[in-house]
């Protein structure tokens, strides 16, 4: 079953059919990408799988046990964990007692959390921002706080929601590193991105979506040649990279 | 059983003005998604600017509605431009309760403020036409319920059509629906902001006009009116214009049937019983147009 | 020790100790400066009030959830009290405890539904509470005594039936809780607790994100706060003697005790507290020089200040004072960005 399973999706908005029997799974340790035109699930794939909004049919499964229809807490603190597109810093407490938030989930000794905040500070090249405050920050530094916050929860599995978006290509780099990174730590990553060269570099298997359903799943270099994707939505994008 | 008629009747009748209202409130809620605390607080200024106008000037009651509207059309414009607005431009999206805040400062200040300059005594119009009532078989009705049933109704379907057919109204609507997408279009949002306080407030005119002769009017009535606005306006789902009208006659029905059954205070209470009830079943109301 | 939560900074131990002693010698001479009666009620009243503003400051100030229906745990700690008092003659001592708890249940109980509503809803919700426990206080005249209260037998000197005659021995009392209620404040903010619920208040869908169940914290922020506003109402209680439904349960103390933290600044202890001071002051100022002919002049004031504070400093007046001194100091920035002194 692997550690991660979507079987038989669906969810619908109001009439509007969001996501529509989407079924796939996900190996423990695996990089998967998400990819897909604007507006094709992606992200409402993240909220079903985090808990944020319940499936209006279909289950979800994550280590063998189902998920679906639990509060994102729950679910956060079975080790699935989720960054925001639009970041959500914690604007008025700064990084350091950002991360600890993330860290307090499973210890309650402040000093505890705190050094093991600093230690993720670290890893991600946080230091110079420590004592910043969440509002602060450069869109840079708020991306890495994100990722940084949802790793002090001692995931299993982590969705990374357009991590790279509004980076110099500097910065993206970085933080393809950091994505590297966190797999070396047994980490299993479901990334959501635009940046295709990206994407394809870092996923061991890429799923496609387009109109809420799936369209094809496969590797990086399978699904690029993959007529229907290329009809969909790559086109002359990846063309133009490669 | 034709007490309960009766009440029934009555019920509609002071429930189209509690629709009116809640209209009010709606309006602002579902263009500039802010929450006014004040809004009792302005109705209760309504009252009393028609009952001076009407003590001071000798005019009919239901003259004043050529003046209370109008006034009060300005006094929302004002009060948004002036003093809103900068609060507003200054929120983060994370809590924007800045606003919120603001109007419950201007809802204290107002209260006191006619407490100083009104006393704090209930007051109520002299005129003839307060007492005048006509009878229906077994039905009394005073001529303050009919007219009050009559402008209500022509005040909300008179502002539906400004929405629906005039410039103006379409781009209140746009702004409500869509902020940026309307500016896109050379909405200006604030100008919109500002004349959607000043509509609302009007129509809040109206409301008070047609009120205070069926009610009196003392500096914290407006406590108890703006309460029930916002039940009424959660009862019929925020951001639904139409929805805050019937969920007005609604609370007027229970108002006045209830008061068949129970105590008065009580149905007081029944009232904000059933509006944390839909808070918690229901949050999106009877005809709400947002999803929790 | 972790880093302290913004805004305030913190101090070494040994700083802290000192400030601590040289408060409490400060406190305690107060009295005999002011030793005319009038004078200490007002001193009682002033940390009464701050007192309050704290306790508030736990739900509405740390966790960010503007309650405008604190009156009602006033209401039930002054009423239990006292009604177990008149009736059955326990001692409000006992009384304070058993509508503590009473006021824990009912926060958890008013919180269940309304913590899952946003940020207005949630507001117009505890206000509707709060009226709904009025109109049934209102109502129920033979053991609550309705609309016109109930009055407390006078006992002169009976410490042990929370009452005396010398005003020294409120004085004491009040200014025990003023600490209690700020060492409870401070072990919160830097404790689990703490942190999460200021996460909550910064932005609570993240904090769920990352496994914060919202109800369960928010409602401990709400038990905590109002037991400790039950204890205030039943102290109120004893002190004046007198207790009505308008006076305890009305929406004007609820708005009051939500005003007089905003005002001062949200989250802090020092905030509250100025809070508290300003409006307490402003009262009896204005009650000195106008009389009691100009009644609703001081509530009026309140609203002009609330406004006025809003508008140019959202965040309170601790802020505002913060920024004044940071102009003599060398940053740039209105905080020293969390950095321990």
Known sequence: ????????????????????????????????????????????????????????SGKIFFKENRIDGLASDQICKKGLCRTFQVVKPFGDMNVLDNIMVGSLLHTANM??????????????????????????????????????????THPKMILLDEVMAGLTSVETREVIEMIRQIQKRNITILLIEHIMQAIMSLSDRIIV?????????????????????????????????? | MSILIQSFLNGICSGSIYGLIALSLSLLFGVMKIINFAHGAFLMMAMYFTLWICRYLGLHPLLTLLIVPPSMFAVGYLTQRFLIKSIYEKETAREPIGVLIF??????????????????????????????????????????????????????????LFLKKTKTGRAIRATGQDREAASVIGVNSYRIYDISFGIGMAILGAAGALLLPLYSVYP???????????????????????????????IGLIESVGAQFLPATFTEALILIIFLIILYFKPSGLFGLESE | MPPPLPREKSMSPRTEWIRGIIILVVLSLLPLIFQNPYTMSILILLFLYAYFALSWNILGGIAGQLSLGHSAYVGIGAYTSTVLFLQWGISPWIGMIVGAIFAAFAAILIGFPCFKLRGAYFSLATLAAAMILQIIVENTNNLLGGPRGLEITLLKDAPWQFQYTNKLFYYVIVVLLFFSVIGVTRWILHSRIGYYLNAIKNDQEAAQSLGVNLTRYKSIAAAISAIFTAIGGTFYAQFVLYINPEKIIGTNLSIQLAVMCIIGGRGTILGPILGAVLLVVSAELLHLYMGGKMIGLDIMLYGIILMTVIRFEPQGIYVLIRKFFNRFTRSTSPFRDGRSS
């Open chain 1, 111 to 152: 000093k505890k959390a705190q050094e093991e905040a600093l230690e993720i500070l670290y890893t991600l090249g946080l230091v110079g921002v420590k004592e910043q405050m969440g509002k602060n920050l450069t869109i840079a530094d708020r991306k890495r706080l994100e990722i940084a916050r949802a790793l002090a």
């Open chain 2, 220 to 250: 914290f009535v407006g406590d108890v009116f703006g309460m029930r606005a916002f039940v009424i306006v959660v009862l019929g789902g925020m951001g639904s214009l139409s929805g805050a009208f019937w969920g007005g006659l609604i």
């Open chain 1, 1 to 56: 079953m692997g550690i991660f399973q979507f079987k038989n999706v669906s969810k619908v908005f109001g009439g509007l059919r969001a996501i529509d029997d989407v079924s796939f799974s996900i190996d423990q340790g695996e990089i998967i990408g998400l990819i897909g035109p604007n507006g094709a699930g992606k992200t409402t794939i993240f909220s079903l799988a985090s808990g944020f909004t319940p499936p209006t």
């Open chain 1, 209 to 242: 979506i387009h109109h809420g359903q799936k369209i094809s799943e496969g590797n990086p270099k399978a699904v690029s040649n993959d007529e229907q994707v290329i009809k969909a939505y790559l086109g002359e994008e990846y063309h133009e990279l490669t």
């Open chain 2, 103 to 160: 109007t419950t400062g201007l809802w204290i200040f107002l209260d006191s403020l006619f407490l100083l300059f009104a006393g704090p005594d209930a007051q109520v119009i002299k005129h003839g036409y307060v007492n005048q009532t006509l009878v229906l078989g077994d039905f009394i009705f005073s001529y303050t319920q009919i007219f009050g049933l009559l402008f209500s109704v022509l005040v909300g379907f008179a502002f539906f």
